[in-house]
């Protein structure tokens, strides 16, 4: 009997210590109390870097606050559950590492249903995502990058439930999408001001934002990010919100770069309304297969929904295989009408050889005043009939009002080649403009109205406009850029 006693304690010893668990008491732990209460983390002085060797869990009435900065490096494979509270509000940055990056991956952070999640200056380099069970989460100014799927297998940040936000973050070189939502959850997700580039790294055939509904009486708004495809990842778009199994959804897409991804943005399914505006839409052509990809926007809804309707304004759309596609019997967009033009601006969306601004695939009419079909050229109707796709070409088809087709005089081209940097742009209606002699700026409205004139010192100035949210063209010596203001 007690051979036999030795030897189930030799064998279950291992067992007992393959994970940590804080004992459930109401107590908030540091890095350093969690450090004294196990053998599963030990210290480096020398580094300021902490080793966790075992899973690691923070219980139901627990917190973790993470108030100082550190490196955690952790083992293959491990996990941190976090059931109670976890707040990561590091002074400068704290990281969670693998404890051999490149050649392994820690398993990532669950973050269970039960948990509430703050998180601020947070690093998580090679790990396995963060799956967010719960609905309370928030993560500003932090970097995820470089994940595999561990417990977040279908994305970097996976979200399940409640009105998540993630902004002002970098996300790059992850090999699943940066963020995404089943398509049968709700998830109002607020995704601000973040920065995406080459992301789905396996290149499978998904976004690097896949969001699926947004639930009724919630949003999900995607605004003010820098979301870069990687040219040699063929099969990824750039966003997608999917609404499925009689769910619904609102988006607000607003002030994005969307550039170099298989496809821009699309919108899938009969639940879907919202707002697509103010952004720069380019060079989404990696796979360069104009029948199963391509667009700048696609909106592709099968059945109509009464008051569903999707407003496209103000974007730009440029270098992509189609600029819009509307595919579907209840696709109801509207790009501009009697009460407020759509300013979008069309510049080479073509496929083989064939230049298509819109292409309407719906038996649905479109509204679409006010719109520059044709850049940097004063646009015939012939001309604009040409780089339209609508009943004209195919009787089944609706009908595009094309009515008060217009474009500035003015060209938009990239001053960063003009030795002239201008930044943020979007703004609040204040930059900084670094040149290196005095110019005159100038600000028109897309119809070519001048609204703002100025002049600059050398060097650095700040130039507060004044002016109301929209899209703008800033002039400097003769060249011209897109100033998004919102």
């Not at 100035?461 to 998004?484: C, E, P």
Request: aromatic share 8%.
């Amino acid at each position: 009997m007690k051979n036999y006693f030795t030897i189930t304690l030799a064998v279950l010893g291992p067992i007992l210590l393959a994970q940590f668990s804080t004992p459930n008491t109401g107590k908030t732990y540091t890095i350093s109390e969690l450090d004294a209460l196990t053998e599963a983390i030990s210290y480096n002085s020398e580094t300021n870097t902490y080793t966790l060797n075992e899973d690691l869990t923070i219980a139901e009435t627990d917190a973790f606050l993470v108030d100082s900065d550190f490196i955690l490096a952790i083992a293959a494979k491990k996990i941190i559950t976090v059931e109670g509270k976890l707040n990561i509000h590091a002074p400068k940055k704290v990281v969670f590492t693998s404890q051999n990056p490149g050649t392994s991956y820690f398993g990532g952070i669950r973050l269970a249903e039960s948990s509430t999640t703050s998180i601020r200056n947070f690093t998580m380099l090679y790990g396995g995502g963060i799956r967010v069970l719960s609905k309370q989460f928030s993560m500003e100014d932090s970097e995820i990058s470089y994940q595999e799927g561990g417990v977040s297998t279908s994305s970097a940040v996976s979200f399940f439930r409640g009105n998540p936000l993630v902004k002002n973050s970098k996300f790059v070189y992850n090999r699943t999408p940066v963020v995404s939502s089943g398509a049968n959850e709700t998830v109002g997700l607020t995704f601000e001001g973040n920065y995406l580039e080459n992301n789905n790294i396996d290149n499978t055939n998904r976004p690097q934002i896949n969001m699926g509904p947004s639930g009724p009486n919630q949003q999900i708004i995607i605004k003010d990010n820098q979301i870069i495809g990687g040219r040699t990842n063929t099969k990824v778009g750039g966003i997608a919100i999917s609404t499925f199994f009689g769910s619904t959804s609102d988006a607000l897409i607003e002030n994005n770069v969307i550039r170099d991804n298989r496809y821009g943005l699309t919108l899938t399914g009969a639940g879907s309304k919202g707002i697509i505006r103010d952004n720069i839409i380019s060079n989404n052509n990696s796979e360069n297969l104009p029948d199963v990809g391509g667009s700048g926007i696609s909106i592709s809804i099968a059945s109509l929904v009464p008051g569903n309707v999707i407003y496209i304004l103000n974007n730009t759309l440029e270098n992509n295989l189609w600029g819009i596609t509307n595919i579907g019997n209840g696709a109801s967009i509207n790009l501009g009408d009697n009460v407020q033009a759509g300013n979008n601006v069309f510049s080479h969306n073509e496929n083989r050889g064939v230049t298509y601004a819109l292409y309407n695939n719906s038996p649905l009419d479109i509204s679409a005043h006010g719109n520059c079909w044709i850049k940097d050229a004063q646009s015939t109707t012939k001309d604009v009939e040409g780089v339209i796709f609508h009943k004209k070409d195919k009787a089944t088809l609706g009908e595009v009002d094309f009515s008060n087709h217009l474009c500035s005089t003015l060209g938009v081209n990239d001053l960063k080649d003009q030795k002239i940097n201008f930044y943020p742009n979007p703004n609040k209606g204040q930059f900084t403009i670094d040149v290196e002699e005095v110019v005159a700026v100038e600000i028109y409205t897309m119809n070519g109205q001048l609204v703002f004139k100025t002049k600059t010192r050398v060097g650095k100035n700040i130039v507060t406009t004044g002016l109301t949210k929209g899209v703008y063209l800033l002039k400097v010596n003769q060249k011209t850029s897109k100033l998004l203001i919102n």
